[in-house]
Every structure is written in C-alpha cells, then in structure tokens.
Antibody
C-alpha cells in the first residue's frame, strides 16, 4: 500500500522560509511524479507544481515560480517543497500527491499546515 | 491556463436521491490519444482529497459504482446515485490535459 507521510505544522514569520517534506512508502518515487497542492483557509484546491524525482525536472504554476522550490531525494524516497519570502497569504494547508502510472494524483499526503504570522 | 468552472448544488440533497455536479472547461480536454483528461475528487471535511474518477468516466480503484462521470470535451457531469451520508463534502473537477493543472472551485454536497 502506498503511503505519503508529510511533516508537521509550521509557523513561519513573514519574510522567512519553510521546507515541507513528504516521505513515500510502498512505491519508488523514481518511477513517478510528485505534485504539491495548496488550500487556503475555507478555499479550494490550487496546483503548485510537480517534480520528476528521477532527474529533478520541475514544472510550476506561474504564480508559484518565485514562491515554491520543489526537490526530491530518491535515496530517502522523499519529496520536499520550500516556500520562500513568506507572507500572510501563504497561510494554507499544503498537500503532496503522487502521480501514479495512470497519470493522475491517486495518492495524497495528510496535508501540512503552514501559518505565517509575526 | 485552462479555467475550470463548477456549478452549485441545490443543497441539502435528500438521502437516497441522486445529485449531479457540473464542471465546464475553457478549452477542450480531449487529447490526441482520444482520452478526455478530466478527473473528479471528493474532499470530506478535514481530509485529503480522494480521487473518484479519471479520464472523465473511469472510476478509481475502490470507488463505488454509485459515482459516474460523463461529458463532452468541455462540459462534464459527475452523477452520484442514491446519495449517502459519507458522500458529503466538496467535489472538485481537475483538468490534466495540459500544465498548469487546474481545479474547479469546488461544489459542496450537503445531505438532508
């Protein structure tokens, strides 16, 4: 069974950075793409981007190109997302999701809350 | 970017009745392989999204046959038959025809 375990809640000050992790068990992330999605309080889902862990290639939604940095460590089967220059608008739950062989996000992490506050 | 627009349900829906959720895309989601790259997710309160259907009408593994997806290249429907308490939540359509992948704004299903 595939499981995605995300790191815990983060509290960051404006202007700082946070780095979230997503550890995958039951599947080799070299054989998939890892996606990140956010959900602001009371709002819908927003796709941030994806990484190919096998070669590090990334694709981002335009609005997150200078906000999020996706990386992956195949030795630990873990994907990461760093959020930089935090603003209050970055307060959200961030989900990682694995793209299976069908080309869809069919396994999700439990979500990690990021709160930006001074 | 492809814009996904979802309809609103006349909530609450009586248990045992059917509910249809609509989604429209600003561009055809049919790819040259003939598949329509439209997914549906359900997000129950406090949970992560769960994949229901992909390629517009194929149910994901373990998903009840009460859920059925249909549509054309730009207009899509998710029908839920015999609605049950565990179907409550917010439903999202998502296009994966091209990057950036985009979601609809969500449609809330409440049960009576």
């Amino acid at each position: 069974e595939v499981q995605l375990q995300q790191s815990g809640a983060e509290l960051g000050k404006p202007g700082t950075s946070v780095k979230l992790s997503c550890k995958v068990s039951g599947y080799n992330i070299r054989n998939t793409y890892m996606h990140w999605v956010n959900q602001r309080p009371g709002k819908g889902l927003e796709w941030i981007g994806r990484i190919d862990p096998a070669n590090g290639n990334t694709i981002y939604a335009e609005k997150f190109k200078s906000k999020a940095t996706l990386t992956a460590d195949t030795s630990s089967n873990t994907a990461y997302m760093q959020l930089s220059q935090l603003k209050s608008d970055d307060t959200a739950i961030y989900f990682c999701a694995m793209e299976g062989y069908l080309g869809v996000m069919d396994a999700w992490g439990q979500g990690a809350s990021v709160t930006v506050s001074s | 970017d492809i814009v996904m627009t979802q309809g609103v349900l006349p909530n609450p829906v009586p248990s045992g009745e059917s509910a249809s959720i609509t989604c429209r895309s600003s561009k055809s989601l049919v790819y040259k392989d003939g598949k329509t790259y439209l997914n549906w997710f359900l997000q129950r309160p406090g949970q992560s999204p769960q994949l229901l259907t992909y390629w517009m009408s194929t149910r994901a593994s373990g998903v009840s046959d009460r859920f059925s997806g249909s549509g054309s290249g730009t207009y899509f429907t998710l029908k839920i038959s015999r609605v049950r308490a565990e179907d409550a939540g917010v439903y999202y359509c998502q296009q994966v025809r091209e990057y950036p992948w985009t979601f609809g704004g969500g449609t809330k299903l409440e049960l009576k």
